[in-house]
């Protein structure tokens, strides 16, 4: 049976949950978001994802009503939110630092919220129990804050901000307080958690490799502007700028001069280095200045000069990242361009074949490259 793909940003009949319409929000005469048009889903886990300072926890403070936006409008479900106050939307946050009540057990943490709405005594003790379960925390419901793991207190935050049943949570930099293998095993659990209760996620952070795991659609940010928003795949293969490509995951930027050729593009980059081909969609003039963006899995090196690919370059190793599972060569062509090339390590340290200092070539395919505009 084959299982359909979700991607309501590409069906025009979808309603979308939030709308950015012209928004723009200054702080004086700083401008933090720039004039941002752009829809988020039901049932979407979106990212912004940036360094610090383009705009993105801005964004998620006017989505949680602590900001309003100077000019234009934000929707929920087609209203207007800036006249709702924070505590009426449809919409919870959960901050970084969980803001957990050290006081109060588990239990009565997920409870908070709704005995402030005046629930019955049976529907928040129903409710309590779904999210101790979602959230796996069925056995530590009695402990307090302090008595449990960074991890499971991450969860608790989570299970709080579920148990109102909100259309829309925001989550800013979820995992920020948790180590590494922790921040990855509850990546994971936030996409099971997301997928069981349908619930519109936004998440803001810095960390790529984390917005890349868990979002649908991620939003790079830089400047108070959204360069990009696709899917996590789409971002990595089809950058549609040098900066989206630099910044997401490890690249090698080629700068030079394009020109037509036999059903590739001709690049001229250094004096010296051979010429360049990459296919592209995207129409270059002759001599126009282009940028020519490889990522280092895409770029196989050998001792001797491939036959097969008239992408090659000649290089010596300068330095060699080894990451376990990986080693990315960093090879220096007789230009000063350092080129990038990663290989899977299946063999044993002892019988790698090259190392520091090591004359070696590079080649990839015409169309391993993305040719972008500067």
């Known amino acids: 049976m084959s299982q359909t793909v979700f991607e309501p940003w590409n069906d025009p009949t979808a309603k979308p949950l939030i709308q950015f319409k012209n928004v723009t929000k200054r702080f004086g005469d700083f401008t933090a978001i720039d004039n941002q048009t752009f829809d988020i889903y039901e049932k979407e886990f979106f990212a912004l994802l940036g360094p610090s300072g383009c705009g993105k926890t801005t964004m998620m403070r006017m989505l949680a009503g602590f900001e309003a936006p100077t000019e234009g409008m934000i929707l929920l479900a087609g209203q207007d939110i800036a006249p709702i106050p924070p505590n009426k939307r449809a919409v919870n946050m959960m901050f970084q630092s969980y803001a957990l009540f050290p006081h109060l057990s588990v239990w009565e943490n997920i409870a908070f ?18 999210m101790l379960k979602l959230t796996r925390l069925e056995k530590f419901a009695k402990r307090k804050p302090h008595q449990i793991s960074g991890g499971q207190r991450q969860r608790v935050a989570l299970a ?5 049943a909100p259309k829309l949570l925001l989550l800013d930099e979820p995992l920020g307080a ?34 890349m795991t868990v979002a649908s659609r991620v939003a790079v940010m830089d400047d108070g502007r959204i360069v990009q928003a696709d899917t996590p ?10 900066y989206v490509a630099d910044f997401i995951g490890e690249v090698t930027i080629i700068r030079g001069t394009a020109r037509r050729g036999d059903g590739a593009y001709e690049i001229t980059f250094a004096e010296g280095q051979p010429t360049l081909f990459a ?23 050998t001792a001797q000069k491939p036959d097969d690919r008239r992408n090659a370059l000649e290089g010596k190793i300068l330095d060699i990242a080894y990451l376990g599972n990986l080693s990315t060569y960093h090879v220096e062509l007789s230009s000063g361009q350092i080129v990038k090339a990663q290989t899977a390590n299946t063999t044993r340290l002892s019988r790698r074949s090259f190392t520091w200092e090591d004359r070696v070539w590079l080649s990839w395919t015409d169309t391993a490259g993305i040719l972008l505009k500067g």
């Open 113 to 130: 919220g709704l005995k402030r709405d005046n629930k019955s005594k049976d529907e928040i003790a129903a409710r309590v129990a779904e």
């Open 160 to 164: 709080r901000s579920l148990a109102k």
């Open 178 to 211: 948790l180590d590494a293998k922790l921040r990855q095993d509850t990546q994971f659990e936030l996409m099971d958690i997301q997928e069981t209760t349908g619930t519109t996620f936004v998440i803001v952070t810095h960390d790529q490799e984390e917005a």
């Open 233 to 242: 795949a789409r971002i990595y293969e089809m950058p549609n700028s040098v």
């Open 279 to 301: 296919e592209s969609d995207t129409e270059f003039d002759n001599g126009q200045e282009c940028h020519l963006a490889i990522r280092p899995e895409k770029v196989s090196i």
